[in-house]
């Protein structure tokens, strides 16, 4: 009988039948199955209704699992009886009627036996419990004959102990008393019509285990009793020691603790630190995060779980996703494809239903049953991130690249690149795969920095271009970028454009003739090279007689630094001068800086810089050994500038120092204000109106080169600099104003987002505003700036004073009003 829809385990039964509900890493049913192999019965015929196809697509003819096994599908509900009646052209002998979604170890052998013995119509195996209520109750002589039947009774109705397990021995002469055309039941209606006419029914009370598995709480239960082996069930898995049972191709660090009793499955990862205690069942290729803690939790397949997260006595969906430091209380249950953000607590006993999303930060007190806590779209501040091969597969990226590529015309041109890592590696493939299907033709430059990846997009006969790499700070996740054929990130009208046809799997399939193709354009670095050097006075760096030290942060650099640095003439130490992706993880940009510094200092050299691993961005080292900050760096490449000449043009974001405002003042220069994002920042790089745009994360724009972050080309530019002017390094940053910037996060629901704005904006409405991104208040020594994140459910505050602690303290009170806000 598997027709159940098993309405009291939602959400775990929202999208999938009770009996395919994983117990022990195995569908009920699978379970119920081996029972009756195990007795000796070879030929099952399967009831089916809510989401038969899934059912029958596993089980199949039941061949697999050695037996012979055939379906009987219910269109409208028909009761047990019914559905029994529906499958009668099977049924020409005795047969045994059996639940498959619960969980026992009865002895079927000695139920058959018993009814053999006692020639009865109908054997009912019984079994004794302690709280009978929420069962149909039996009532039997002395010889194991029934008197009658007491459904769902009340105490006062209590007079027995023993209760129908939904286990019948039933001989073909029963479809007697079965009518047709309507749902029917066996205890309510045709055991009593049977022992009306004085037909006997016998009951067998059973020694072994039943349970229903009919509540949430029984569900957890039921793996509690097969962890500490009560019923006669096999785990997924072989046993390493007593009570853990370890599935193939798992991966259980050194570190973690399995305190067990614990089932872990197939192809599972527990990374360093983590933590399952007491009965904890995790599905086949589950992944959990260091330093992460499960208690009394069962994690369905293909799930993962964030670094610093605890469950404790919850069930987690297939496909769940937990970020970081998640907590979910007693009670927790996770419906399939569930997504949380991090630091997000559900407290106890919430049910979140499928597909749903959780925000970042949220504190879930009530279910979520239709809404979502929290929106989520693919394209993020910096492109497209994820965990790989959790959120970023090969599948995923295949799709999202012929939803790109779906956006050009067919038989264009792309460029593709990727760092070291096999991560980016295999994306980058799953993202030429997607193209070609598209009818567009990639140009692998196989592994190649960011800037140089713009550079080919440019000057080649491309129409967009992608890199894939692993995030900064975060070695298990990658980042996809898209460029238009300028170079620069994708706006955000295409950003959007390429998410509708992804979500509604609306790609351009080219026939087979014009499938696209693959290219390996030659002489990219020579053709970067030359422009850089074309686009300053080389001969004035090499009579400047340079001496540098660098550090390529075991990045994508290294293959582009040699090239350039031949045509330059300086003196030069590198350290890191290779590509390593083990490295990168664990390569520290301010550790790096201080070495540089170290060596700069040992050596006498000019100036040192560090390039981060996408050679995006740099950090600066003056001839003293002191490390620029990002800000410090921005004014000091600023002042070199517009020294040039007058009637310089600047792009800034809004939250830039006030000393790079006053320098532009100073000299007579204009400063165009962007928003806070790279990509707007590019944008108005690439307008043409700017003569330089800078970042405050290191990154800089010389647009006439190329319009996009580019450490290297700005390394070479500060060189053409500084042998223009003749001056030390030292020199310039010594002269330049501290800078003092705070900032803190805020959490803020996205709903009331807008509130926070609006109620800003009318606080200052008396105030010298600047309304480029976020509200911008402006004071006589310095400004506050209140930003809503466009990802997450944070409202960033930023503010400038004359000394730190005057900034920290402007900052924290504006922090305080928005959080009274709230409230």
Request: hydrophobic share 45%.
């Amino acid at each position: 009988m598997a027709g159940g829809e098993g309405t009291r385990l939602r959400p775990l039964t929202s999208n999938q039948p009770k009996p395919m509900l994983p117990m022990a890493n195995r569908p009920m049913m699978e379970h119920v199955v081996a029972l009756l192999r195990g007795h000796g019965f070879d030929e099952i015929v399967v009831t089916v209704a809510f989401m038969a196809n899934v059912i029958r697509s596993y089980f199949d003819d039941g061949s697999e699992f050695g037996v012979r096994m055939v379906y009987a599908t219910e269109e409208t509900p028909l009761g047990t009886a019914g559905s029994v009646l529906n499958a009668r052209d099977e049924l020409d002998e005795r047969f045994l009627v059996i639940s498959g979604d619960v969980l026992t170890d009865i002895d079927l052998e000695a139920l058959m036996d018993h009814h053999g013995q006692r020639g009865a119509l109908a054997t009912i195996a019984l079994k004794r419990v302690e709280d009978p209520l929420e069962f149909g109750i039996v009532i039997t002589r002395d010889d194991g004959s029934i008197e009658r039947f007491l459904e769902k009774p009340t105490w006062g109705q209590v007079f027995s102990d023993t209760i129908n397990t939904g286990i019948y021995v039933l001989e073909p002469e029963v479809f007697d008393y079965i009518p047709e055309g309507r749902p029917v039941d066996f205890s309510g209606e045709v055991f009593p019509a049977v022992l009306a006419e004085g037909r006997p029914i016998q009951g067998f009370v059973a020694e072994g285990y039943w349970e229903d598995v009919g509540t949430l709480e029984a569900y957890l239960r039921a793996h509690q009793d097969i962890l500490d082996q009560r019923v006669q069930v096999q785990p997924a898995g072989f046993p390493i020691r007593p009570g853990v049972w370890l599935g193939k191709g798992a991966d259980v660090h050194p570190s973690a603790e399995v305190a067990g009793p614990a089932v872990i499955g197939d192809n599972c990862s527990i990374g360093p630190g983590a933590s399952l205690g007491e009965y904890c069942v995790v599905g086949a290729n589950v992944r959990i995060g260091e330093n992460a803690a499960l208690q009394r939790t069962v994690v369905h397949d293909n799930g993962f779980v964030g670094s610093g997260t605890r469950l404790d006595g919850c069930v987690i969906g297939r496909s769940c996703d937990l970020r970081q430091n998640v907590r979910c209380e007693e009670g927790v249950v996770l419906g399939d494809e569930t997504f949380v953000g991090a630091h997000a607590v559900i407290k106890s006993g919430v049910k979140v239903y499928p597909f749903k999303t959780v925000e970042t930060g949220a504190i879930i007190n009530t279910s979520i049953v239709w809404e979502s806590r929290g929106a989520r779209t693919l394209f993020g501040r910096l492109g497209i991130q994820g965990l790989a091969n959790v959120d970023i597969s090969p599948e995923l990226v295949m799709r999202l690249s012929m939803a790109w590529a779906s956006t050009l015309e067919k038989g264009s041109t792309v460029t593709a690149s990727r760092d070291t890592s096999r991560a980016a590696r295999v994306l980058k493939r799953a993202v030429m795969v997607g193209c070609n299907a598209a009818g567009v033709h990639v140009e692998d430059l196989e592994v190649a920095t960011v800037p140089v990846t713009r550079f080919q997009v440019r000057t080649g006969s491309g129409l967009g271009g992608v890199t894939v790499r692993l995030a900064e700070g975060d070695s298990q996740s990658v980042l996809l970028r898209f460029f238009d054929q300028d170079g620069i990130d994708v706006a955000e009208a295409t950003q959007r454009k390429i998410e509708r046809l992804y979500h509604r799997e609306e790609f351009r399939r080219a026939l087979a003739s014009d499938i696209g193709d693959i290219g390996f354009p030659p002489r990219t670095l020579e053709l970067y090279t030359a422009a850089l050097i074309d686009a300053v006075d080389v001969g004035a760096i090499a009579e400047a007689g340079f001496k540098i030290v660098l550090d390529y942060s075991f990045g994508t650099a290294s293959f582009v630094m040699p090239n350039v640095l031949a045509k330059l003439g300086a003196e030069v130490l590198v350290v890191n001068p290779y590509a390593a992706t083990a490295a990168v993880v664990s390569s520290d940009r301010r550790a790096a800086a201080a070495n540089v510094a170290e060596l700069v200092r040992a050596s006498g050299a000019h100036l040192g810089a560090v390039i981060d691993p996408g050679a995006e961005r740099l950090t600066l080292v003056d001839d003293e050994g002191r490390v620029l900050s990002d800000d410090e760096a921005l004014v000091l490449l600023l002042g070199l500038v517009v020294a040039q000449g007058s009637g310089r043009s600047v792009a800034l974001p809004v939250a830039a120092p006030r000393a790079a405002e006053r320098l532009l003042a100073e000299a007579g220069a204009k400063v165009v204000w962007t928003k806070l994002s790279a990509t707007h920042l590019m944008e108005v790089a690439s307008s043409g109106a700017v003569d330089f745009a800078a970042s405050q994360m290191g990154g800089f724009i010389f647009p006439r080169f190329l319009p996009a972050f580019d450490a290297v080309g700005t390394f070479v530019h500060l060189l053409a600099l500084l042998a223009a002017g003749g001056q030390r390094m030292a020199k310039l940053s010594g002269d330049l104003a501290p800078v003092h910037i705070a900032h803190e996060e805020v959490v803020t629901p996205w709903e009331q987002k807008g509130t926070v704005m609006r109620r800003t904006l009318e606080r200052a409405k008396d105030r010298s505003t600047v309304l480029v991104d976020g509200v911008k208040v402006l004071d006589g020594d310095g400004w506050s700036l209140v930003v809503p994140d466009p990802e997450e459910p944070v409202t960033h505050v930023w503010a400038e004073a004359p000394s730190e602690a005057e900034a920290r303290s402007r900052v924290q009170e504006q922090a305080v009003r928005i959080r009274q806000m709230l409230h």
